[in-house]
């Protein structure tokens, strides 16, 4: 699979509220002064948690458990922890969209996971040739580990 990296993405910096941001710090610095200068636990802040979960809730009816979240240091992380959860390290194969998140690629190449790429519409993956792709996949006697896309 080649790749055309698109990855250094940056905001305009102008475009950053910086001035609210540091009204808004102001306003909570001195309740948060023990939960920033401790760990936050294995599973991330539990208020953080517990915002997610309700937030979760208010967009998609949801509701999910804040034990059952996870906060992650960003994309990659959690993308990993999913890997190293899902794949055994022997003979792994991914389903995923033929042009996606060059750190997801590069991390499944260093895994040693074979990756099967499916092309895109506007629509996402192509699910004719998604299908096709697990059909032959089965007939091949490999079943992929998981199939990996971007819910945009």
């Given at each position: 699979?080649?790749?055309?990296s698109?990855?250094?993405?940056?905001?305009?910096?102008?475009?950053?509220?910086?001035?609210?941001?540091?009204?808004a710090a102001?306003?909570?610095?001195?309740?948060?002064?023990?939960?920033?200068?401790?760990?936050?636990?294995?599973?991330?802040?539990?208020?953080?948690?517990?915002?997610?979960?309700?937030?979760?809730?208010?967009?998609?009816?949801?509701?999910?458990?804040?034990?059952?979240?996870?906060?992650?240091?960003?994309?990659?992380?959690?993308?990993?922890?999913?890997?190293?959860?899902?794949?055994?390290?022997?003979?792994?194969?991914?389903v995923?969209?033929?042009?996606?998140?060059?750190?997801?690629?590069?991390a499944y190449?260093?895994?040693?996971?074979?990756?099967?790429?499916?092309?895109?519409d506007?629509?996402?993956?192509?699910?004719?040739?998604?299908?096709?792709?697990?059909?032959?996949?089965?007939?091949?006697?490999?079943?992929?580990?998981?199939?990996?896309?971007?819910?945009?």
């Amino acid at each position: 699979m080649d790749i055309i990296s698109f990855a250094t993405g940056n905001t305009n910096p102008e475009s950053f509220p910086t001035e609210a941001f540091g009204d808004a710090a102001k306003r909570v610095i001195s309740d948060l002064t023990v939960a920033l200068n401790t760990y936050p636990g294995n599973m991330g802040h539990p208020g953080l948690r517990e915002l997610m979960a309700q937030r979760e809730f208010d967009r998609e009816g949801v509701r999910v458990d804040p034990e059952h979240m996870l906060i992650t240091n960003g994309s990659m992380q959690s993308i990993m922890l999913a890997t190293e959860a899902l794949c055994t390290g022997t003979d792994d194969i991914v389903v995923l969209e033929e042009y996606c998140y060059v750190g997801t690629i590069s991390a499944y190449r260093t895994s040693g996971i074979e990756m099967v790429g499916i092309p895109l519409d506007e629509h996402g993956m192509k699910v004719d040739v998604l299908a096709g792709t697990l059909e032959r996949l089965a007939d091949e006697g490999r079943k992929p580990r998981f199939i990996y896309t971007l819910a945009t």
